[in-house]
C-alpha cells in the first residue's frame, strides 16, 4: 500500500519560507499526480497546489500564486511544495495526496493515497 510521508514543517515568522517534502517510501511515483493540502483551523482540508506525473502542469490556489512553488522530481521520487513571504493565514495541517494517473486535480476525492500531514504555523 502506498503511503507518503510530509516533512518540513515548523514555526516560522511572516514573510519566512519553508519547504515541505513528501516521499513514498518503497513506491515510485513516477505514475503518480500530486496534490497539496491544507487544513487550517476550523476549517475543511482544501487545495493549495497541485502537479502532474511527470512534473509539468502545475496549479496554484489563487491566494498562494507567485508565493508558493511545486516540484517533482521523479529521479528523487519526492515532491516538494516551496513556500516563500508566509502569511499567517498559511498555518495549518499540510498534506500531500497521490492520484494514479498523469493529471493532478484540486477535487479531494480524485486522491487515494494520503500522508498524515505536516504542521505549519506562522506566527510572530
Known amino acids: 500500500q502506498l503511503q507518503l510521508v510530509e516533512s518540513g514543517g515548523g514555526l516560522v515568522q511572516p514573510g519566512g519560507s519553508l519547504r515541505l517534502s513528501c516521499v513514498a517510501p518503497?513506491?515510485?511515483?513516477?505514475?503518480?499526480?500530486i496534490g497539496w493540502f491544507r487544513q487550517s483551523p476550523g476549517k475543511e482540508r482544501g487545495p493549495v497546489a497541485c502537479i502532474n506525473a511527470e512534473g509539468d502542469g502545475p496549479n496554484y490556489l489563487g491566494s498562494v500564486k507567485g508565493r508558493f512553488t511545486v516540484s517533482k522530481d521523479n529521479a528523487k521520487n519526492t515532491v516538494y511544495l516551496q513556500m516563500n513571504s508566509l502569511k499567517p493565514e498559511d498555518t495549518g495541517r499540510y498534506y500531500c495526496?497521490?492520484?494514479?494517473?498523469?493529471?493532478?486535480?484540486?477535487?479531494?476525492?480524485?486522491?487515494?493515497?494520503w500522508g498524515q500531514g505536516t504542521q505549519v504555523t506562522v506566527s510572530s
Open positions: 495526496a497521490a492520484r494514479r494517473g498523469y493529471l493532478c486535480y484540486f477535487a479531494r476525492s480524485n486522491y487515494d493515497h
Open positions: 518503497g513506491f515510485t511515483l513516477d505514475d503518480y499526480a
